[in-house]
């Protein structure tokens, strides 16, 4: 691939926003005063990561960016000494992050690392599902952490208990100490995070490559299919939801929930009766931990977990009731899923003529099926329960600010970067201490109004697929298995820059996400509150899905996503309701409106706009 | 209803391979695809006992038996010419007695209350005893008068010199009734060549269909580039697309059976000419195929344009795979000894780029 991206320091910087970089850490933005570094920068690949960014970075949400940074990189790099590959590096470009595997360049080096590696990964894979079961106890003692936390407004005098007990710390201090504690706790979360991540996707990418050398051109998807269909939590916030559907049934009340009342009402309500008491006894069981579902990817501050607002779960159990009333079956076929996996397994098994290529399958099969469990769990752990309460507890911090005047509204807060937010905490309290006005309150509000401008101006830029020189092998196994950067990705890169789009305007090309064909009117729907205005029949157009859009796949009749690959949540769930879904497209919310007609081709992702609403 | 031996037609659903002596083995052979699910274009036999029935009902059978009698393996060229003359001038020109001819026409009508009056259908000849392309098969017959024409001319083939000859140098008698098969002319709007594997590589899980418009001739001799779908054989999704260019198409001329190229129109080019729902019907009955040979095969197919779906899938053609089926099976993957040595065996190898 001879072809060249765009030098990464061409990039132009959008007008009006000179001088965005303050923004971020300093070392994201790509720069040429060090001509080592910036000749490093040009000669490596750089992919804007969409599949898990849709949107330009508040500065404060960079921190999962940074975490994963790390985490991710160290353990390639330091833990399990991956022979040919390092770490994975990150820039932001206009508000938009890029990252780029980087690769070890010395055989010799990446031969001493083999037999490291050889004992290191070795030692996980012999103990995999013990020390999972440990793994589920230190996230379990991080989340009680979090979950403990309380952050409240600076008293106007410290407490009589101080003084009489001799505790002699200020409850300045111990905000400012709570505030370590909590991004702390956030990088420690993160650091599980890939405690096992990428030897799973380490065992994903043997697989994988070994199921292309076997059958070449085998669809991800279907080596998916083979390795999982087991019981994944992320399926279970859902199957609560039937079941208190089908428990409110049971016990009578399901005309009360049906009532068109917001989830605190009902709940008044539903204690008004002796049978309601009881639903609602079931409910608080299901709300811990399962209602810890973000309504989104769990990336962003905006996004809220079903416990934050009860209306959502309310909403899906009414849908649920409607759909059982009608004599529907809803819920995942747990046990078709698994003869479906082992059908498709053993018949390609049975193609294979040699007992070399045998063995081969058997052990890429083996492994993935090891590590799968623990490559679509951990992220109920980590992107939902744990961020969701993070966010509650950093939602409380930007209340206690704003209450001290120093932004506008709360959710100022998520404009500036994590250092700035202490020091802001730090400006507050010693203003408090001192008992003068803090800079903050004329500081803040006017960085803050040109910052939100700025941010309004990356929404509105279009961050390139690529830059920088695509290079001749990736080894990294997270660019491989989780952004599917391949010869043809790029190529299409490459070519979609060249041509200025290789679709026509009426085109959006996506990847394919689950098989078939659907054409229907479309339902662009920006959060999952708005999953009631559905209509039987309708193309769903979202960000992306979690499992809080569960109960909508029994109405739609295909899904098409900004963000996601073959093996996100949309992607499985419609697989298995037999959905075309198209993942990835990009920017299929803002290009497609509600009441347009489309057509969605789930086998080559192509999304066409037919005819456009009136 | 008679028993089958003495009827004068039986429909493709009524036979089986073990029926070869009462239909002819090319017609038997539909029988048993069709039993086994495969599809193919829907039509009736009419029965060796009913060509019979018509040299004895006309009083022609004894004159055209007596023509060369015994058998002569030395047989000359010029006297089969001479025997061929007459024998093909008494069974095309005798009267077909109503008894047969009638039994024959209301199959034909059957078919024409299906897929329109005067219904284009092609008479196939179809002996017991293999006799590679000796005898003759007729395509584009529309309308009773034609039809029984050329069912006459068909059995009449039976004695063109080739074949006579053919029959002469094997000992066989001079006097040879044969079967003869009437299937639906295949409308095609599409049609193409099935591999059950990929053609490029030999990778068995997949299957490949070339297809474009008009009937097979286009995509069999190279006339244009179809559209190649790749398709995987254990979930039956495709896996590739490439659209083809599609410029033109073979047609038959209007009431004849001759072919002639067309301009496939811009806007049809430019889409896939399947639609998906054809091409998982074509995938799963190509999976059929290759599970009654048990190998590999090389399919043509139809998409017919008078036939609802599913029913319009059209096999017209089925042989073993050729090139694949005669490789010498090698491994794809080095051997490793466990798990941890394939891991470090593909993380070392990565992805290639360029």
């Known amino acids: ?614 | 209803m008679l028993e089958k031996e003495k009827r004068f037609t039986l429909g493709y659903d009524e036979l089986e391979g073990k029926d070869f002596n009462l239909v002819g083995k090319k017609n038997a052979n539909l029988g048993e695809m069709l039993k086994a699910g495969i599809p193919i274009s829907p039509g009736f036999a009419v029965t060796i006992h009913a060509n019979d029935q018509y040299l004895i009902m006309t009083g022609i059978k004894e004159q055209i038996r007596k023509l060369i009698d015994p058998p002569d393996k030395q047989v000359s060229f010029e006297t089969a010419k001479e025997a061929s003359k007459i024998a093909m001038e008494l069974v095309e020109n005798a009267e077909i007695p109503a008894a047969i001819g009638d039994v024959i026409l209301s199959e034909y009508h059957k078919m024409c209350e299906k897929y329109g009056s005067a219904c284009p259908v092609a008479v196939r000849s179809s002996g017991a005893a293999s006799m590679p392309g000796q005898m003759e098969t007729y395509l584009n017959i529309c309308g009773d008068k034609d039809l029984i024409d050329y069912v006459k001319k068909c059995w009449s083939s039976a004695y063109n010199t080739e074949a006579i000859m053919y029959r002469m140098n094997k000992g066989m008698e001079f006097l040879f009734n044969i079967g003869a098969g009437i299937p639906k002319m295949v409308n095609s709007r599409v049609s193409g060549i099935i591999f059950t594997l990929n053609p490029i590589n030999g990778d068995m899980s997949k299957i490949s269909i070339d297809a474009s418009y008009g009937l097979g001739e286009a995509v069999v001799s190279g006339l244009v580039t179809p559209d190649t779908y790749l398709i995987d054989k254990i979930t039956l999704d495709p896996i590739k697309i490439i659209k083809g260019s599609k410029e033109i198409q073979c047609v038959y001329r209007e009431n004849a059976s001759d072919i002639v190229q067309t301009d496939v129109p811009e806007e049809k080019r430019r889409v896939n000419c399947l639609s998906m729902e054809e091409v998982r019907e074509l995938a799963r009955v190509s999976k059929l195929i290759e599970k009654y040979y048990g190998t590999a095969y090389d399919i043509e197919f139809g998409i017919d344009a008078d036939i609802p779906f599913p029913q319009n899938v059209i096999i017209l053609q089925v042989r073993p795979e050729s090139v694949w089926n005669k490789k010498e099976v090698v491994s794809k993957t080095e051997g490793k000894k466990d798990p941890m040595e394939l891991m470090l065996g593909q993380l070392l190898a990565g992805v290639k780029i360029k």
């Not at chain 1, 933005?29 to 570094?37: G, I, V």
């Not at chain 1, 009881?278 to 810890?292: Q, T």
């Not at chain 1, 689950?514 to 309708?538: C, I, P, T």
């Open chain 1, 1 to 614: 691939m001879a072809k060249k991206f765009m030098d990464p320091h061409d990039v132009a910087t959008i007008p009006g926003t000179e001088g965005w970089e303050k923004m971020y850490p300093y070392q994201y933005p790509f720069s040429k005063d060090d001509p080592e570094r910036a000749a490093y920068e040009s000669s490596q690949i750089w992919f804007y990561d969409g599949l898990h960014y849709p949107i330009p970075h508040y500065p404060f949400d960079l921190i999962w960016d940074e975490a994963w940074s790390m985490a991710l990189s160290q353990y390639n790099t330091r833990h399990w000494l991956i022979p040919p590959a390092l770490g994975i590096d990150h820039r932001i470009v206009n508000g938009y992050v890029y990252i780029s595997p980087v690769g070890v360049p010395d055989p010799e080096e990446i031969g001493r690392r083999v037999p490291l590696f050889m004992e290191r990964a070795g030692f996980y894979f012999q103990n995999w599902d013990s020390l999972y079961e440990n793994w589920k106890k230190k996230m379990g003692l991080v989340i009680d952490k979090l979950a403990a936390m309380n952050f409240t407004d600076l008293p106007v005098m410290e407490d009589i208990s101080i003084i009489k007990e001799g505790i002699g710390i200020g409850s300045g201090y111990k905000l400012l100490k709570q505030w370590d504690e909590l991004i702390d706790l956030g990088l420690l979360c993160w650091q599980y995070h890939f405690e096992f991540l990428n030897l799973a996707y380490a065992a994903q990418v043997t697989f994988f490559a070994t199921g292309d050398q076997l059958f070449p051109g085998i669809p991800i998807a279907t080596l998916v299919k083979m390795s999982a269909g087991f019981d994944p939590i992320l399926f279970k916030p859902d199957a609560e939801l039937i079941r208190l559907a089908k428990f409110a049934i049971q016990l009578g009340i399901d005309d009360v929930i049906a009532k068109p009342l917001k989830a605190d009402e009902l709940m008044k309500e539903l204690e008004q009766h002796a049978t309601g008491k009881e639903w609602l006894a079931e409910l608080e069981k299901a709300r811990y931990p399962w209602f810890h579902i973000s309504t989104g990817t769990g990336w962003f501050h905006t996004e809220t977990s079903w416990n934050d607002n009860l209306n959502v779960p309310f909403n899906a159990i009414k849908t649920n009731i409607k759909t059982l009333k009608e004599g529907k079956e809803i819920g995942r076929p747990t046990a078709q899923i698994l003869e479906e996996r082992d059908r498709i397994a053993h018949e390609y098994r049975a193609l294979l003529k040699t007992d070399a290529d045998r063995d081969a399958f058997d052990q890429g099969l083996g492994l993935a099926r090891l590590v799968l469990p623990y490559a679509e769990d951990h992220n109920f752990y980590v992107e939902h329960w744990f961020h969701t309460l993070f966010w509650q507890k950093t939602h409380q911090v930007s209340k206690i600010l704003q209450r001290a005047g120093f932004f506008e509204n709360a959710e100022d807060m998520y404009y500036l970067k994590r250092d700035e937010i202490k020091a802001a905490l730090w400006d507050m309290i010693t203003g408090w201490t001192t008992g003068v006005k803090s800079r903050g309150q004329s500081y803040w509000p006017k960085e803050v109004a040109w910052r939100k401008g700025v941010y309004q101006k990356f929404k509105e830029w279009t961050p390139p697929a690529a830059l920088g020189t695509p290079p001749d092998v990736v080894t990294e196994p997270f660019t491989i298995a989780l952004w599917g950067i391949t010869n043809s990705t790029l190529t299409s890169w490459l070519s979609g820059g060249e041509e200025g789009g290789a679709t026509a305007a009426n085109e959006i090309q996506g990847s394919p996400g689950s098989s078939g064909v659907a054409e229907g009117k479309a339902r662009v729907l920006k959060e999952v509150e708005e999953l009631a205005d559905l209509q039987q029949g309708e193309i769903l157009v979202c960000k992306t899905t979690s499992p809080s859009w569960a109960p909508c796949f029994v109405t739609i009749a295909g899904a098409i996503t900004d963000v996601g690959g073959p093996m996100c949540h949309a992607a499985i769930v419609c697989r298995e309701y037999g959905l075309p879904t198209v993942v990835g497209t990009g920017k299929g919310t803002q290009l497609i409106k509600t009441g347009d007609l489309v057509r969605m081709d789930g086998d080559t992702g192509l999304v066409t706009i037919l005819e456009r609403a009136k």
